[in-house]
């Protein structure tokens, strides 16, 4: 996995744990985003969501950036857990490949619409969103990258979908 617990967040849950009522389905984490062996100072803070759940309290759904329905209450930890989005470029890549392709088939289960307009409006957008509006550049280079690998990513999603309705209509 690419989520590490740190000794303070493995105290944190052990706590919790022992003291939670059983009205407490999931308790919520915040990841510390660590990306070409650093951690970022300013993208991808605000990540956070339940990572531990009670058994048969939660439904999860959705093929990429799953999502779930939780059954009851949930409580927020305080110690993060540490995330390592990606090591190298490469590894980005590989990963960037395997989830565009099921995100793409998602686009496609659900006739998502594509043009030229959404593939470039979407994909610079995502540029401009994270390297201006949620201020990527503060994490230099990392930043920079970041942003324009999530617009690329946004990129392939939406140029596989086009290329799945191309070969249906052949």
């Known amino acids: ?6 000794g303070e967040l493995r105290a ?8 939670a009522s059983l009205e407490i389905s999931a308790f919520t984490v915040r990841r510390r985003p660590w990306v070409l062996g650093s951690p970022l ?15 048969g309290r939660v439904t999860f759904y959705g093929l990429v950036h799953e ?9 927020d930890l305080i110690n993060p857990l540490d995330h390592h989005c990606f090591q190298s ?13 099921l995100e793409a088939q998602e686009y496609f289960a659900r006739r998502e619409p594509v043009s030229m307009a959404t593939v470039f409006f979407t994909c610079t957008g995502m540029i401009s969103q994270n390297f ?16 324009m690998m999530a617009g690329f990513y946004r990129f392939l999603v939406y ?4 290329e799945l309705y191309q070969a249906e209509d052949s």
Do not use: F
């Not at 999502?67 to 409580?75: A, T, V």
């Not at 470029?89 to 392709?101: G, L, P, Q, S």
């Open 12 to 19: 944190e849950i052990l706590a919790a744990l022992s003291q």
């Open 41 to 55: 100072r300013q993208l991808w803070q605000n990540d956070c969501g339940p990572k531990l759940y009670r058994r």
């Open 132 to 147: 201006l509006a949620h201020r990527g550049y503060r994490d230099g280079m990392r930043g920079l990258i970041i942003a």
């Open 159 to 162: 140029v596989k979908l086009w």
């Open 67 to 75: 999502r779930i329905e939780l059954h009851g209450q949930q409580r």
């Open 1 to 6: 996995s690419d989520e590490v617990l740190t």
């Open 89 to 101: 470029i490469r590894h980005y890549v590989r990963k960037t490949n395997h989830y565009t392709d």
